[in-house]
Each structure stands twice: as C-alpha cells, then as structure tokens.
C-alpha cells in the first residue's frame, strides 16, 4: 500500500490517473435501524446500490421496531457504495442486512473484507452485540461508531466502551452518518485501524 493509504483524507474524490489503485472490501455493520444504508449512500460516489422493502405487518412480532416506529423500509440483502480517495484508495462499501431474520447472508457479505464499522443506536445498544461477536470471533479488525438520534441521552465515547465491553485498542467515535464528511471520517478511521492491525 502506499503512503497516500495511511492519510486517506488528504484530499478527496476521484483519483489521480497516475497512482496505482488499491481496492479494499469494507463492511457496514450493526443492528437494525442503526443508519447502515444511511452511511453508504452519503458516501457513495455512485449511485448507491440498495435493496429497502417495505416494513409490513408481517414484520409485527418477528422484527424489533422498538425505538424505530418510524422506520418504513429495511434492508433485506445489502447495501453497496464505492469511495475513492485521491491517493489511490477505493473502498467497495458493503451494507449488511440488520434484522436478525436475515443474518445468515452475513458470512457471505463479509468475504473477503478488510474491516468493518459497526454502527450503534445509544438507545439500543444491544442491538449491535450481535455484529461486534461476530467480527471479534472472526478476528476482522472493526471500528465502533455511535449514531447521534435525536432524543436520545448522551454518551461519552467511554461510557459506550465501557457499555459495549470492547478492547481497549478499538476505536470507539461519535457520528451522525446522514453527514458526507462525517461518515467518511469513520471510515478514514477504519481503514486507519485496519492498516494498524495488518502491520502489528
Ligand atoms: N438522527 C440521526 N438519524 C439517523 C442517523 N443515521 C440514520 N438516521 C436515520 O435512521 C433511520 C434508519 O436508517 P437506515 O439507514 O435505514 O438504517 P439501517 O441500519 O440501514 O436499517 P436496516 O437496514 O433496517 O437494519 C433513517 O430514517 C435515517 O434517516 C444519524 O446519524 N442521526
Ligand atoms: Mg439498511
């Protein structure tokens, strides 16, 4: 990887013709309703690809819509978005499914990923136990990422470490995904730990 890779940020869109392109694979984690499709459209300089279909009734009883009465669509296979830095990064964005119901897809999704961020709801964290034990058991390095929702109590990045009961060395973040800057920061983050993690 070259240097531009470990300063991702230093500038943006599109890339210059004559750097070598490096491709990675990252995963966009988390329970359900957390902002996962949020993130990779903000991001994405293509058309976003997304696969949201209605929340039904049948849905009552099976999905947990509590604290998202709102929600009126959900993911049911993924999400997909590219970010290219100027320094010859592009990262492949890959949504994953967030209800549980859909979980069986995510081995499949995360083939071949170089890391993942998993987002949390403050007001349901548990609802991401789930992604952190899956990423923790498979040894892919991941970022935690905090969505600010309105209404909901605020945290300290240390408090949600503690709550979240993860390893020191992993980053933990605040965020408000629906912002382009901000969701491609956490994603600097990731791909800055992820690099860390490969060379240690
Ligand atoms: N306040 C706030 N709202 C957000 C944020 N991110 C997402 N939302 C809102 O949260 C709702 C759910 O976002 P989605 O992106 O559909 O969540 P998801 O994780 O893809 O949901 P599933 O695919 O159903 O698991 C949407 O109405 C978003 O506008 C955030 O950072 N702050
Ligand atoms: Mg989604």
Not at 24 to 42: C, E, I, N
Request: aromatic share 8%; glycine share 10%; proline share 4%.
């Amino acid at each position: 990887m070259n240097s531009a890779a470990s300063d991702p940020t230093a500038t943006a869109h599109g890339r210059d013709d004559d750097v070598p392109l490096h491709t990675l694979k990252v995963l966009v984690a988390g329970g359900f309703g957390v902002g996962k499709t949020t993130l990779v459209s903000a991001v994405s300089e293509v058309r976003p690809l997304r696969t949201e279909e209605l929340l039904t009734d049948a849905s009552v009883g099976v999905d947990d819509l509590g604290g998202v009465e709102g929600k009126t669509t959900t993911t049911v296979a993924m999400d997909f978005g590219r970010l290219t830095f100027s320094g010859g990064v592009r990262l492949y964005l890959f949504g994953t499914p967030g209800q549980e119901r859909f979980w069986f897809m995510w081995d499949q999704i995360a083939y071949g990923a170089v890391g993942a961020i998993v987002l949390v709801d403050t007001r349901r964290l548990s609802t991401s136990f789930a992604a952190i034990d899956f990423f923790e058991q498979r040894g892919l390095p991941f970022v935690i990422a905090a969505n600010r929702f309105e209404g909901a109590r605020r945290y300290t990045v240390e408090e949600i470490r503690d709550a979240l009961d993860v390893d020191p060395e992993i980053p933990v973040m605040m965020c408000d995904v629906r912002s382009r800057e901000v969701a491609r920061g956490v994603l600097v983050a990731l791909v800055e730990h992820a690099l860390q993690a490969a060379r240690s």
